[in-house]
């Protein structure tokens, strides 16, 4: 019976632009033309060497068989490509099954945290600590945590709940809600995670997360640095001037 080596396929298939990119993995698609054959009632033998495509598709490894190379030809890069279409969709559901856990997994309870860092302190990294309401995230929100972020090996947030930034900043805030502000906070990159507290300042939950670093941005002196004494060291970080939500929001009204 008339037979065809890999090479010649290959370069059949090259040549019938089958797999434009010619990104094809052979050994991929050798498995799959055997499947299909079976399908498609055609006997083969070992296709490390070669087989028998009958009147199905005939080609000598120079002159294909038009009428039976491009019958098969046809439906197999039909079936090819329905089969790389779907393993694309599974890839991407899966990439986005994976970003979605994954900004799940950075907004920790207080317990969760609490294990985080105990567990990046036994491997010897530096875990860095700073907090806030982060209402409305801007560019100075995004310089700070990335400076914050750049003292150590790990950054977590602290996050103001909503009744702790409406005794703060008044009855008109949060503009956006604390699972809001906690999901926006951990896609950030330099943000490894995001715990929420409900008090005015953040010294309960430091005193059971322990940081190495607390760092605070503002004018603030050290020995007014709230919950320092649970920290390793206090940074002073200075703001982004002319960024603030405050005016931000006052920009949005007028």
Not at 5 to 33: C, H, M, P
Not at 37 to 60: G, R
Not at 235 to 250: A, C, N, Q, R
Request: glycine share 8%; hydrophobic share 40%.
């Amino acid at each position: 019976p008339p037979l065809a080596t890999k090479e010649s396929i290959w370069s059949g298939w090259q040549s019938e632009a089958v797999y434009e990119r010619n990104q094809l993995d052979l050994a991929a698609y050798g498995d799959f033309l055997q499947e299909l054959a079976k399908e498609s009632n055609v006997c083969l033998i070992d296709f490390s060497h070669a087989f028998p495509l009958e009147d199905v598709w005939y080609y000598d490894g120079l002159h294909p068989n038009e009428k039976g190379y491009e019958r098969f030809a046809d439906m197999a890069e039909a079936a090819w490509r329905i089969k790389e279409r779907e393993k694309g969709k599974d890839r991407m559901n899966d990439r986005e099954e994976r970003k979605r856990e994954l900004m799940k997994q950075r907004v920790f309870t207080w317990e969760e945290a609490e294990a985080q860092i105990a567990a990046w302190k036994a491997r010897g990294e530096i875990v860095v600590f700073t907090n806030g309401c982060f209402d409305m995230l801007h560019r100075g929100h995004i310089t700070y945590l990335a400076q914050a972020a750049s003292l150590g090996d790990h950054l977590i947030v602290g996050l103001n709940s909503d009744a702790s930034v409406k005794r703060l900043k008044g009855e008109s805030r949060p503009v956006n809600g604390e699972n809001d502000r906690a999901l926006m906070l951990s896609a950030l990159r330099s943000v490894d995670g995001v715990v929420i507290f409900g008090e005015d300042t953040p010294t309960e939950l430091l005193s059971h997360l322990k940081p190495d670093i607390l760092v605070k941005g503002g004018d603030y002196k050290v020995e007014e640095v709230a919950g320092r004494e649970y920290a390793g060291r206090v940074e002073i970080l200075s703001f982004v001037d002319g960024y603030s939500t405050t005016k931000l929001i006052e920009r949005i009204r007028t």
